[in-house]
């Protein structure tokens, strides 16, 4: 079956049996429970972008002077794929995540990977390794393309050759099975961006920087960091990887507010979704600033009833108890909200195939694969 402009991707024959994939899909921790197969493409200044190939996961072959090894021109995405009860499978948002990473290479100075060869890609892994999405509705399968300067060559500029890998993984919630309310910590210490700096971008170098401040997270009992800005260390911007909401009343009164993209902020694709869900659910949205201390007057007063976090991995986790280095307050009672919990259903409802989607977000993916259930 033809994907990319009439480049053939050759069904390949598996290699892992029903039974062990499905020991292997039994406790799927996050990142850890790779499928089969992956999609990679070379781009290089002669050819650009050529050679896509549907190939069997495995390691790769680097020279010791691999740019993006050294100088950090790496970026990637995360979208996810959902099989439907009646043996569907879909992708949420492709398109989106497919600009965003244009967005990113964009940044780092790396070829913009065309958003039509990107979907396509999306759409011959997932119907290659559709066996692997289980029908279990707290399991999907998480997405990867990264992106990466692949020349050999120590020159202190941008790289003459790139690699596009798109490798997928089951995986259940992100914070494990059962959704439970987070326990997050404030740091003012550690800043994970700057203006003018690749806060809005999906690169690799803005990960290994947070591990620091998500170790004294752990330390304090805790889930996630919650990112403050990098100058004042007072506004409010992200929690680990995902954006923040605030549900500011209750009943019909609430109205929500999301701190503003500013450029230290990943846009994030669950995010957009969720101001166009609680429009249409009446709700009031608006993007706001707000300071760690309003956050914290605001739940002691009950002005803020919820506060939750969204992203790919987690979807949406609502927030308990925040702690600081002076002092912790709780949300709410400490649970999950009316409001948070209703965007959560309705969000999970559209991406399993539940609800309309009327925004037509979900991509579907393959011919239906009905009836093939006991095969897998």
Same mark, same amino acid.
């Given at each position: 079956?033809?994907?990319?402009?009439?480049?053939? +991707? /050759? $069904?390949?024959?598996?290699?892992?049996?029903?039974?062990?994939? @499905?020991? &292997?899909?039994?406790? =799927?921790? !996050?990142?850890?429970?790779?499928?089969?197969?992956?999609?990679?493409?070379?781009?290089?200044?002669?050819?650009?972008?050529?050679?896509?190939?549907?190939?069997?996961?495995?390691?790769?072959?680097?020279?010791?002077?691999?740019?993006?090894?050294?100088?950090?021109?790496?970026?990637?995405?995360?979208?996810?794929?959902?099989?439907?009860?009646?043996?569907?499978?879909?992708? +949420? /948002? $492709?398109?989106?995540?497919?600009?965003?990473?244009?967005?990113? @290479?964009? &940044?780092?100075?790396? =070829?913009? !990977?065309?958003?039509?060869?990107?979907?396509?890609?999306?759409?011959?892994?997932?119907?290659?390794?559709?066996?692997?999405?289980?029908?279990?509705?707290?399991?999907?399968?998480?997405?990867?393309?990264?992106?990466?300067?692949?020349?050999?060559?120590?020159?202190?500029?941008?790289?003459?050759?790139?690699?596009?890998?798109?490798?997928?993984?089951?995986?259940?919630?992100? +914070?494990?099975?059962?959704?439970?309310?987070?326990?997050?910590?404030?740091?003012?210490?550690?800043?994970?961006?700057?203006?003018?700096?690749?806060?809005?971008?999906?690169?690799?170098?803005?990960?290994?920087?947070?591990?620091?401040?998500?170790?004294?997270?752990?330390?304090?009992?805790?889930?996630?960091?919650?990112?403050?800005?990098?100058?004042?260390?007072?506004?409010?911007?992200?929690?680990?990887?995902?954006?923040?909401?605030?549900?500011?009343?209750?009943g019909d009164r609430a109205r929500l507010t999301t701190p503003p993209l500013t450029g230290t902020l990943l846009p994030g694709v669950t995010r957009d979704a969720l101001l166009v869900l609680a429009a249409d659910?009446?709700?009031?949205?608006?993007?706001?600033?707000?300071?760690?201390?309003?956050?914290?007057?605001?739940?002691?007063?009950?002005?803020?009833?919820?506060?939750?976090?969204?992203?790919?991995?987690?979807?949406?986790?609502?927030?308990?108890?925040?702690?600081?280095?002076?002092?912790?307050?709780?949300?709410?009672?400490?649970?999950?909200?009316?409001?948070?919990?209703?965007?959560?259903?309705?969000?999970?409802?559209?991406?399993?195939?539940?609800?309309?989607?009327?925004?037509?977000?979900?991509?579907?993916?393959?011919?239906?694969?009905?009836?093939?259930?006991?095969?897998?």
């Open positions: 079956m033809s994907f990319i402009g009439g480049i053939d +991707f /050759r $069904p390949l024959q598996s290699r892992i049996s029903a039974q062990e994939r @499905a020991a &292997r899909c039994a406790s =799927p921790a !996050f990142g850890h429970v790779f499928t089969e197969h992956m999609v990679s493409m070379s781009w290089s200044r002669e050819l650009g972008w050529n050679k896509p190939e549907l190939v069997p996961y495995g390691p790769l072959e680097l020279d010791p002077a691999t740019v993006g090894l050294h100088y950090g021109q790496v970026v990637f995405e995360g979208l996810k794929a959902f099989r439907t009860d009646d043996d569907r499978i879909f992708v +949420f /948002r $492709p398109e989106a995540h497919a600009r965003r990473f244009r967005r990113s @290479a964009q &940044r780092l100075m790396i =070829p913009e !990977f065309p958003d039509e060869l990107f979907v396509r890609a999306v759409d011959a892994l997932v119907y290659e390794d559709r066996a692997w999405i289980p029908d279990d509705p707290n399991v999907s399968l998480y997405l990867r393309p990264i992106l990466f300067a692949s020349e050999a060559a120590l020159a202190l500029r941008p790289a003459h050759e790139y690699r596009f890998l798109l490798m997928a993984f089951v995986t259940e919630g992100f +914070f494990g099975q059962v959704p439970r309310p987070l326990t997050v910590w404030a740091t003012t210490e550690y800043s994970r961006a700057a203006t003018g700096g690749t806060g809005e971008s999906k690169c690799a170098g803005n990960y290994a920087g947070t591990y620091l401040a998500q170790e004294q997270a752990a330390r304090e009992g805790c889930d996630q960091v919650v990112w403050l800005d990098s100058v004042e260390r007072r506004w409010v911007e992200e929690l680990g990887g995902m954006n923040l909401f605030f549900v500011h009343g209750r659910l009446g709700l009031a949205v608006t993007e706001e600033p707000i300071t760690l201390d309003q956050w914290r007057r605001g739940c002691l007063d009950g002005e803020i009833s919820e506060a939750f976090a969204c992203g790919t991995a987690a979807g949406i986790s609502s927030i308990g108890t925040v702690r600081t280095a002076s002092g912790s307050w709780n949300v709410g009672d400490g649970a999950e909200g009316a409001v948070t919990a209703q965007l959560s259903r309705l969000l999970l409802g559209i991406r399993r195939g539940e609800l309309p989607d009327p925004h037509h977000w979900m991509h579907p993916v393959g011919p239906a694969v009905a009836g093939r259930r006991e095969q897998r």
